[in-house]
């Protein structure tokens, strides 16, 4: 079946620029999951939603990220006034939450560069 | 907070020979533990995870054993093939609310031939 996709595969921007990148869960995954990967790091968590709402959104490094999940499905995080340190790959992960481990499957990332 | 301690690399065997990555964590309570790997050109995968202490995860002749009382979660495979070259990624979650996966910083395996 279909996993996680993401677009663009590829984004750059100049600095102070806005970007949306988009998240396609696989079907009937309630939660969503976005990280940021630094070159050479692991992912760090973003935000996460459960349906529609954000449920945990501790991750978010500053007011210029924000995220929506209107429907449940498709999720968008945005970036208001981009700046060169948002450089990095972002990740977008989905899962169903109906076991006890919570495995969670990611997409191929979006790769952000901001001149 | 919680945290994740991985080996650092990168890591350069030659086929057949024993893998070892270390791992160590901290976390304020019993976290699920996981191995994640990341091919060449693909995205991240779950390789093996453990859900409680003595647990032994394993999957494609990788093992990793859940240690509680080191606080571990070493990843072993007995006989590495030219196929395992990827960066590999321990991480934890914990069992409440967001169940939000934190990552070590991963190691960059290399096997030559």
């Known amino acids: 079946g279909a996993g996680v996709s993401q677009t663009p595969s590829n984004k750059v921007t100049e600095k102070g620029k806005y970007v949306e990148l988009r998240c396609d869960p696989i079907?009937?995954?309630?939660?969503l999951y976005w990280y940021r990967q630094s070159l050479g790091q692991g992912p760090e968590f973003l935000i996460y939603?459960?349906?529609?709402?954000?449920?945990?959104d501790s991750g978010l490094p500053n007011d210029r990220f924000f995220a929506v999940r209107p429907e449940g499905s498709v999720s968008t995080l945005k970036i208001q006034r981009t700046e060169r340190g948002d450089s990095a790959v972002y990740l977008c992960?989905?899962?169903?939450?109906?076991?006890?481990?919570?495995?969670?499957?990611f997409g191929p990332g979006t790769r952000l560069t901001v001149l | 907070g919680d945290s994740v301690t991985q080996m650092e690399g990168p890591v350069t065997l030659s086929e057949e020979a024993f893998l070892t990555i270390n791992c160590t964590y901290t976390?304020?309570?019993?976290?699920?533990l996981f191995w994640y790997v990341q091919y060449p050109g693909e995205g991240l995968q779950l390789l093996l995870k453990?859900?409680?202490?003595?647990d032994k995860g394993s999957n494609k002749g990788f093992e990793a054993t859940y240690r509680k009382e080191t606080t571990s979660f070493h990843l072993e495979k007995g006989s590495v093939q030219v196929s395992d070259s990827a960066v590999y990624f321990c991480?934890?979650?914990?069992?409440?609310?967001?169940?939000?996966?934190?990552f070590g910083q991963g190691t960059r395996l290399t096997i030559n031939p």
């Open positions: 991480a934890l979650s914990d069992r409440q609310g967001a169940q939000k996966l934190v």
């Open positions: 992960a989905s899962s169903r939450r109906d076991t006890s481990y919570n495995e969670q499957f």
């Open positions: 453990a859900t409680k202490a003595d």
């Open positions: 939603f459960q349906g529609t709402g954000a449920a945990d």
């Open positions: 079907s009937g995954h309630t939660a």
């Open positions: 976390a304020t309570g019993y976290p699920s």
